[in-house]
């Protein structure tokens, strides 16, 4: 009797070990079958600013590059040619003319905030087994509506910035030295003087990529760009190679 019991217990726990092994093994499998997503945004991007779509002057080899390996599609609109609307649009899913305005009324933006009963993407994506990161722009509400409260893991250099008041470190002055009116950019304090914000931004982003590339779970992660929104800012090797290109190529 004592042989059969130690038996039957001996067989149960084999059977819960091997169905533990079976799940973890369905579970690995199921993530491996799910891609690793990375969305770029960029702000205030116009469609025909990269050579691949038509630009004879701006040079865009990387983005050239992605289009060639990539979908390429010429009938793509926007919900609204703003950036916070259309951002709105983008984390939700809702359309912002369901908000009645622009967001840019007595009460600033505040109509244009991700919290329930919208579900962000990132919340979503979460639930659907993934790892989640945002990097960079957010502007769609501060504190628990800040990318950490509406579904991702992860956040750098978001919270409630509509811009950056330099391209340039310290990210939160304009070249003069004076404080910008912009809200402050978190995370980004340690910036050495004259470091460009969209190379740290694409350095970080990297960074969880490398660290993201043997686990488990696949991930979701979102780079925005602070650029090409005002200030307009840039490197002066390419500011200096722009005017001598725009002398002998002028508009007509």
């Known amino acids: 009797m004592i042989t059969r019991i130690i038996t039957i217990v001996a067989a149960t726990i084999l059977m819960c070990f091997s169905q533990s092994n079976c799940l973890a093994q369905k579970k690995a499998k199921a993530n491996a079958k799910k891609p690793n997503v990375l969305l770029v945004l ?3 991007y116009g469609w025909r600013d990269i050579h691949a779509y038509g630009s004879d002057f701006y040079e865009t080899p990387s983005m050239d590059k ?20 259309s951002r709105y649009s983008i984390m939700t899913g809702t359309h ?38 945002y990097i960079g722009k957010w502007h769609l509400g501060g504190d ?35 404080e910008g009116k912009e809200k402050p950019i978190p995370d980004l304090d340690d910036a050495p003087k004259g470091e460009n914000l969209e190379d740290r931004l694409t350095d970080e982003t990297i960074k969880l990529l490398k660290a993201d590339a043997n686990q488990d779970k696949p991930f979701f992660g979102i780079l925005a760009h ?26 007509p």
């Open 144 to 178: 628990d509506k800040a990318p950490l409260g509406v579904g991702f893991d992860q956040s750098i250099a978001a919270g409630q910035a509509g811009a950056t008041s330099s391209h340039f470190a310290p990210y939160n002055e304009k070249k003069n030295g004076k």
């Open 42 to 44: 960029v702000d205030d």
């Open 96 to 133: 912002p003319a369901r908000l009645k305005g622009d967001g840019e009324g007595k009460n600033g933006e505040e109509g244009f905030t991700v919290h329930a009963p919208n579900v962000s993407i990132g919340q979503a994506m979460k639930d659907a087994g993934y790892k989640t990161f």
């Open 66 to 85: 992605l289009v060639s390996q990539s979908l390429k599609f010429t009938q793509a609109y926007s919900t609204y040619p703003r950036c916070v609307p």
């Open 226 to 251: 602070y650029a090409v929104h005002t200030p307009i800012e840039g490197k002066e090797e390419y500011i200096k190679y722009f005017q001598e290109k725009l002398k002998k190529n002028p508009p």
